[in-house]
């Protein structure tokens, strides 16, 4: 599977900004998909999934209810809706696709290749 992030960038606190993962050489659709973050000095951590069988959402505590993940089929793309943001959201975003159930993807269980991601820089 081969996976393009975009949509990254610089924006202040509170702002949105809304990334995307196209997917090519699949249909994405078949996979849990997923969205990941690594912030400097930290793990790569789990923010939210998309579950392939019945289009079931999972977010982390600390994105919940500021995040949308949603997927064009037709686009074959993932995405990212992120409002109000915040700082501690600074972060290498990243995307992936895989046969786990959601809380195993989001929760390090993902064994596989990353992409180069998409820079989201939040400031205060």
């Known amino acids: 599977v081969q996976l393009v992030e975009s949509g990254g960038g610089l924006v202040q606190a509170g702002g949105s900004l809304r990334l995307s993962c196209a997917a090519s050489?699949?249909?994405?659709?078949?996979?849990?998909r997923g969205w990941f973050r690594q912030a400097p000095g930290k793990e790569r951590e789990g923010v939210s999934c998309i579950s392939s069988i019945d289009g079931k959402t999972y977010y982390a505590d600390s994105v919940r209810d500021r995040f949308t993940i949603s997927s064009d089929s037709a686009k074959n793309t993932l995405y990212l809706q992120m409002n109000s943001l915040k700082p501690e959201d600074t972060a290498v975003y990243y995307c992936a696709a895989d046969y786990l159930a959601c809380p195993f993807l989001l929760g390090s269980g993902y064994a596989g290749s990353w992409g180069q991601g998409t820079q989201v820089t939040v400031s205060s």
């Open positions: 050489g699949v249909t994405f659709d078949d996979y849990n």
